[in-house]
């Protein structure tokens, strides 16, 4: 990827409109997560909703260790990782981000159905401005 089309995603959060959750919005939160940044995307998505952000350890809850790569704890407003590698897993962070989402909304935490669908809407805006992106400087050349 080439530094244009990293200014374009990082800078892309300044463009968004207020209360839109758009493609270049979503794409900059999983880009921020593979650029190992999760911290800041959290902050920035809970700052788009007006939430605080949930913190985030490496760690396992008592009775999830060896079924779940991670877990929201609402009680500790908190999501455990099983290991580092999942600190930095895009599908994994937005899931447990909206459990984290629902659950200070005042609702329940919401199904896996959801939270799987929730997290795989960043993943395909993600794919699709990459390939925007990819097929716009492949046309350049």
């Not at 500790?76 to 899931?95: G, K, Q």
Request: charged residues 20%; positive net charge.
């Amino acid at each position: 990827m080439n530094s244009w089309s990293l200014y374009c995603i990082r800078h892309s959060l300044y463009f968004t409109v207020k209360n839109e959750l758009n493609d270049l919005y979503r794409t900059s939160i999983v880009q921020m997560i593979l650029d190992k940044r999760t911290e800041e995307a959290l902050l920035t998505i809970s700052k788009f909703y007006g939430i605080k952000a949930p913190e985030i350890v490496v760690g396992t809850v008592k009775g999830k260790r060896r079924t779940v790569y991670a877990v929201y704890v609402q009680k500790e407003s908190r999501i455990y990782c099983i290991n580092s590698d999942v600190l930095y897993n895009p599908f994994i962070i937005i899931h447990e981000f909206y459990h984290h989402l629902r659950t200070v909304a005042g609702v329940h935490k919401g199904s896996e159905k959801h939270a799987n669908q929730y997290a795989k809407e960043f993943i395909a805006s993600y794919n699709k401005v990459m390939n925007q992106i990819f097929q716009s400087n492949s046309h350049k050349q």
